[in-house]
Nanobody
């Protein structure tokens, strides 16, 4: 069973940037939907962004629109999450997972509460944003 491996987290000041990486050897290739998710202490897990290379526009949570960009490098089998203009509320453990299905009314979407339907959860990478 595939398992994602996340990296790139760290501590930054508000307004700073980080680029997270999600890798899965021999899995992230064509026709795969991969999503980034965040869990902050004391809060529910939330979807941040998803990407699919089959003609579907990437999905972004409202909190990520305009600041975060999801992309993928199939040759490197890696999905990236570029996070700019970071805010303290962006802090949390960021994980990626395979989202190969219909969620939130669209292919490769986000649907809170269906996290168990996703697969390949990695251990995550921690993001800390200081004000």
């Amino acid at each position: 069973q595939v398992q994602m491996v996340e990296s790139g987290g760290g501590s930054v000041q508000a307004g700073g940037s980080l680029r997270l990486s999600c890798s899965a050897s021999r899995y992230i290739s064509s026709r795969k939907c991969i999503g980034w998710f965040r869990r902050a202490p004391g809060k529910q897990r939330e979807g941040v962004a998803t990407i699919y290379d089959g003609g579907v526009v990437p999905y972004y949570a409202d909190s990520a629109k305009g600041r975060f960009t999801i992309s993928q490098d199939k040759a490197k089998e890696t999905v990236y999450l570029q996070m700019n203009s970071l805010k303290p509320k962006d802090a949390g453990m960021y994980c990626c997972a395979a989202v190969n299905g219909w969620y939130g009314g669209r292919w490769c979407g986000i649907e809170p509460g269906r996290w168990a339907d996703l697969s390949g959860w990695g251990e995550g990478t921690q993001v800390t944003v200081s004000s």
